[in-house]
């Protein structure tokens, strides 16, 4: 059987439900060599091909990166678009009959590889039956980005549903046994499962240190820290819930009959997932605490004045000189590029900080921004917000370089360079009346984060500046949570992992002031990160870790997936939120605009000063969605799974509640219905 013909049957017959069309372009095409599976996977060069292949398939940053860095959490508390998500309402987020999200195309390309690799590889870790030409280590490596990549495909389905197949053989076109394999395995095994090809992907590629530009040992470390943290805060925040194994009104109790976790407990399941987020996290955090990229805390303005690397190791051509990088994309003039510096340059495509993240990042001296006079006003050291210029003063540096403010130059070099056609030469007052123009400004917050100062990567679809994928500080942020997690304490790598983040930040290395002068309920008012399960969390150290993981991360999507694992969307069901930005009424920035309408009707371009003196972007038009806040339903914490991928695995095909397969938590069995709770 050719190759195109057996990854049709495994990939699209199987539980993935794939359509036909879905992979017509390649399967209407013979495969670019002739040689059958069977002989396909005999060299080093033919696995790396499948390999490399894979990188755009998987890892976002390979892909379409066009939006870049600064919409990574968007339609969260950190970011937000000019209108809301379905996901903060009660009612537009419905089931669907088929969904992209619920596919297994990319884990079955993995797994026929990685299944007739090994095969000539043989079953000991050290390659002793090697029977595939090349060199050894570079063999091995290969393997080992193979098992990281289907590690990365899973996590993304851990964080979409839950319990999810594990699946890591490519099954023949057998409806009994795909039907057989679609079974759902509890989560928690499903993080197990992660974790062991991370460290298959350790062991094996622990021979070589290729560039960052490829997956290496270091990264499927620092990875497997971010799956069990991930895992083990979501089982603790969780616990008990229809969300986790064993918990009240789980939907897989009746296809898991008196379940019991590997570990014994839930309580020792937690331990196992946090312990197994130290080590790894350590191993990388030890090695790279003191390689972070510096940063002088300082906007960079003019040619002469000194570089700051830490602005550039986001928006630089080449990243391979940052050992705080350990994965990166290169593009290339022409041949790769993609829109980060256009839309950086200016409102981030309607994507704009929120009010709330702004003021929760701290003040250079370590103190929370409420301890200096009102948010409004301040007391002189803390400026107020009455304008962009006085929010950025004496603040982290991580606010302040990269918070656009009107004025600032946005081009140093290459002035003339006609290639950059999407330039703003100096920062303009925020487009906010743009509304759904593409260039409009949806918050007043802007930030210049991945853009470059040269103008000749700003031309329209042809960025070629660098992709930043994965960094090593997020290691020491994993090792700091799952500790304190783990033993609500700070321990010594804990205690010199924070210092070597908030010295890079140019903030007052002394955390304990910080959680000394922390008020969490006013930290609740900013933050959505101050709740877990409906309640402001009571532990002011745990906080502020959380608080830190926030600012370090600015806009590298990670925001909704820790929201979610600390469960921290509840309180939205009983208290709408209103989502605000810069302070617009009744401030120096009103005189900005001679255009302003806010009295709610269709054509209005701002919120209301009778609403809030901030602007509010979901509340410009009565009737706009979450004009009332936003709310939430516990469903939305995992998706639905579609209806069609129930009928295909039930008895008669036709018959949704008959299926091998369960919907999730509080979701219908009905495609179009919203959630039920």
């Avoid at 890892?59 to 066009?66: D, I, K, M, V």
């Amino acid at each position: 059987m050719k190759l195109n013909k057996f990854i049709y049957y495994s990939a699209a017959l199987a539980i993935s439900g794939v359509s036909l069309s879905s992979c017509s372009d390649f399967l209407d095409k013979e495969p670019m060599s002739q040689i059958s599976p069977e002989n396909y996977y005999s060299t080093e060069a033919q696995i790396r091909a499948v390999v490399l292949d894979e990188y755009p398939n998987t890892l976002p940053s390979h892909g379409n990166w066009s939006y870049g860095l600064f919409n990574g959490d968007g339609s969260t508390d950190n970011q937000i678009y000019v209108t809301a998500d379905n996901k903060y309402t009660p009612d537009l987020w419905l089931v669907a009959n088929t969904h992209g999200t619920w596919s297994f195309t990319r884990i079955y390309y993995i797994n026929f590889m990685l299944s007739n690799a090994l095969a000539r590889y043989g079953s000991d870790i050290n390659g002793s039956e090697n029977t595939i030409d090349g060199s050894l280590p570079q063999i091995k490596h290969a393997l080992g980005e193979g098992y990281f990549l289907r590690a990365y495909q899973y996590f993304q389905r851990l964080k979409t549903f839950g319990d999810f197949p594990i699946i890591t053989e490519p099954l023949p076109d057998n409806m009994g046994v795909l039907t057989e394999a679609s079974r759902r395995s509890p989560r928690n095994e499903v993080a197990r499962f992660i974790l062991e090809d991370l460290d298959k992907a350790a062991l094996l590629m622990s021979d070589v240190d290729l560039s960052s530009q490829y997956i290496n040992r270091d990264l499927a470390l620092l990875f497997k820290s971010r799956v069990a943290l991930y895992e083990g805060t979501w089982l603790k925040y969780f616990k008990g819930s229809a969300f986790v194994p064993g918990g009240e009104d789980w939907p897989g109790a009746a296809a898991n009959p008196g379940y019991a976790y590997p570990s014994g407990s839930s309580d020792n399941e937690i331990e196992f997932f946090l312990k197994e987020a130290m080590a790894a996290a350590k191993e990388v955090g030890d090695k790279y605490v003191n390689k972070l990229t510096a940063n002088t805390g300082v906007l960079q303005q003019s040619e002469s004045d000194p570089v700051n690397p830490y602005y550039n190791m986001f928006c630089d051509e080449d990243l391979s000189g940052y050992d705080e990088v350990l994965l990166w994309r290169q593009y290339a003039r022409g041949l790769v590029v993609h829109n980060v510096n256009a839309a950086a340059g200016r409102g981030n495509y309607r994507m704009g900080l929120t009010r709330g993240y702004v003021q929760n990042f701290l003040m250079a001296d370590g103190t929370p921004v409420y301890t200096h006079g009102s948010y409004a006003d301040g007391d002189g050291y803390y400026m107020g917000d009455k304008t962009i210029a006085d929010v950025r003063k004496n603040r982290d540096s991580r606010l302040s370089v990269f918070l656009k403010e009107p004025g600032q130059k946005n081009i140093l070099f290459e002035l003339d360079n006609n290639e950059g056609t999407e330039v703003v030469f100096e920062e303009p007052y925020p487009a906010i009346t743009l509304g759904d123009n593409e260039r409009g400004y949806a918050t007043g917050y802007a930030i210049r984060k991945g853009g470059n100062f040269n103008r000749k990567y700003y031309a329209n679809g042809g960025g070629y500046t660098g992709a930043p994928c994965f960094r090593a500080v997020e290691a020491l942020l994993n090792y700091m949570e799952a500790s304190y997690e783990l033993n609500h304490s700070i321990d010594g790598t804990a205690d010199s992992y924070w210092r070597a983040i908030r010295n890079r930040a140019n903030v007052d290395p002394d955390y304990n002031k910080t959680i000394a002068l922390t008020d969490m309920n006013k930290e609740a008012e900013n933050d959505w990160g101050a709740y877990s399960g409906g309640t402001v969390i009571n532990d002011a150290t745990l906080y502020n870790i959380r608080r830190e993981r926030r600012c370090e991360f600015l806009s590298e999507g990670f925001r909704d997936a820790d929201l979610k694992r600390w469960r921290s969307y509840d309180q939205l069901i009983n208290n709408p939120a209103h989502l605000e930005g810069m302070h617009l009424w009744n401030t120096p920035m009103t005189a900005w605009y001679d255009n302003l309408k806010a009295d709610g009707s269709n054509d209005s371009n701002v919120s209301s000063p009778e609403r809030s003196e901030y602007l509010r972007p979901f509340e410009r038009i009565i009737g706009q969605t979450c004009y009332d806040g936003c709310t939430w339903r516990m469903a939305h914490y995992l998706n639905p799974l579609p209806i069609n991928e129930m009928m295909l695995t039930s008895p008669d095909g036709a018959s949704p509640d008959q299926s091998v397969l369960y919907q999730n938590p509080y979701w219908p069995m009905v495609a179009g219905q919203p959630a039920i709770k």
